[in-house]
Nanobody
């Protein structure tokens, strides 16, 4: 079994910063791509950022110059450093990870965290 546990959400003023963490635990030999999604009220879920096992990163354009995703493979943890936060960043942020299947050499399973609330006041 695999579990993803997030932390670091909270309430900040516009222009402030938060650092989200998500640690994967359980029966894990390796972790593939990890990422962060967010969903705000009345909006579709959005893929914010991803980072591959080779540290290749990708961002949605609205956060490209403000957020940074990173990972610590020794801790099976992915981070999202969020700077210059804006009210429109307010959302529930969920981490995700693609982890190689123990039953198939080429298959991956996708796992999800429970979500953490980020609220940015104007």
């Amino acid at each position: 079994q695999v579990q993803l546990v997030e932390s670091g959400g909270g309430l900040v003023q516009a222009g402030g910063s938060l650092r989200l963490s998500c640690a994967a635990s359980g029966s894990i030999f390796s972790v593939g791509t990890m990422g962060w999604y967010r969903q705000a009220p009345g909006k579709q879920r959005e893929l914010v950022a991803t980072i591959t096992s080779a540290d290749i990163t990708n961002y949605t354009p609205s956060v490209k110059d403000r957020f940074k995703i990173s990972r610590d493979n020794a801790k099976n943890t992915v981070y999202l450093q969020m700077n210059s936060l804006k009210p429109e960043d307010t959302a529930v942020y969920c981490c995700t990870a693609w982890i190689p299947s123990t039953r198939s050499l080429q298959a991956f399973n996708q796992y999800w965290g429970q979500g953490t609330q980020v609220t940015v006041s104007s």
